[in-house]
């Protein structure tokens, strides 16, 4: 399942499970949310009875599951709790509070994280993202957004539905990822948008000039890696030109 057409009608019917799910945590409530067929993270999944009966529920209840995510959405620092969750990696832990809160949480799973390189991002690694490389990515996402405007992106493509007004910039852009991770289906190729807007341009840095500039970013939370460095001392000169 990637992108299609009632995509965002689905977005709101997985809502309404997620919510129906806090406010009731019992495990038919549960299996309900993760078989909907708008909840990608649980897709591959053969058995669906399989997951939610001897994954999840086999050592934790619908109230210790549904007391952590209730946590997460309160205090974003408490998100480790639910990581913690047997049968809850990046993707089904990310997409249940992103759909519960999408102006804090983005959803990490291959489609965001094909779409974010496919812009020029250096996304984590799925399978062994830290916390704190999650938040990292979730501040990526909203550069990436504003950088390439996402929602128009989506909303000018022919053959994608639009983005609806009251969704987030966060839910936007992963309108877009799931967009482009159908490039069979849907006009939107995040890798070509990337290349007309920095004109495909490189720059070659000497690997010993690289290796002093990483060095400088390393433990500095002013920057997000070597190249945001460059790109800011880049604009810094440029500024001072003016």
């Known amino acids: 399942m990637t992108y299609y057409p009632d995509r965002n009608d689905e977005i709101e019917e997985k809502r309404e499970l997620a919510k129906a799910f806090l406010e009731s945590p019992t495990r038919d409530a ?106 990292d990515f979730v501040d990526d996402v909203r550069e990436a957004y504003e950088v390439y405007n996402l929602r128009a992106v989506v909303n000018e493509a022919e053959s994608a539905p639009d983005v609806p007004e009251a969704h987030t910039d966060l839910e936007a852009a992963d309108a877009a990822f799931n967009a482009h991770y159908d490039e069979d289906a849907y006009d939107i190729d995040l890798e070509a948008l990337q290349e007309a807007q920095t004109g495909g341009r490189q720059v070659e840095v000497p690997e010993d000039l690289w290796q002093m500039i990483e060095e400088e970013v390393e433990g500095d939370p002013r920057y997000r890696d070597a190249e945001d460095f460059l790109y800011s001392a880049v604009r810094n000169e440029l500024s001072r030109a003016d």
């Open 30 to 135: 549960f299996a309900e949310l993760v078989a909907h067929d708008g909840f990608w993270a649980t897709e591959p999944r053969r058995s669906i009875d399989y997951y939610v009966d001897d994954i999840v529920f086999d050592d934790q209840t619908p109230d210790e599951v549904a007391a952590a995510v209730e946590q997460a959405l309160e205090d974003s620092d408490a998100l480790e709790k639910v990581l913690e969750l047997d049968g809850f990696g990046w993707a089904t832990a990310t997409e249940l509070l992103h759909v519960l809160a999408p102006d804090t949480y983005a959803i990490l799973n291959k489609r965001a994280v094909l779409g974010m390189e496919a812009l020029g991002y250096d996304a984590p690694n799925r399978q062994t993202a830290s916390v704190e490389e999650y938040w």
